[in-house]
């Protein structure tokens, strides 16, 4: 399997920086608290683009604030170029 890296969230740092808990970004976001608690611990696979959407409206942020990408560790010989 190839390794394409990995996309973090940034929820937690920001609510930390934001001096905003858990409890008010779930009601302002209207999510779940419980996917609140997952995003903060990056146990995600997908998200929403509109939960995206809510998240940067109310955290006050770009998503790139959201978002980090995290290259692989190795590059595999064929993702050099365009041949995957």
Known sequence: MIDY???T???????RKKEMS????????????????RFCRNEVSRID???LARLCLVL???ISDLL????PSTIHPKQ?????
């Open 5 to 7: 890296g990995k996309v």
């Open 9 to 15: 969230l940034n929820v937690d740092a920001i609510l």
């Open 22 to 37: 858990k409890t008010q970004l779930s009601y302002r976001a209207e999510i779940s608290h419980t996917q609140i608690n």
């Open 49 to 51: 683009l509109n939960t």
């Open 60 to 62: 006050e942020c770009d």
């Open 68 to 71: 980090k990408y995290e290259p």
């Open 80 to 84: 050099n170029g365009i041949v995957l």
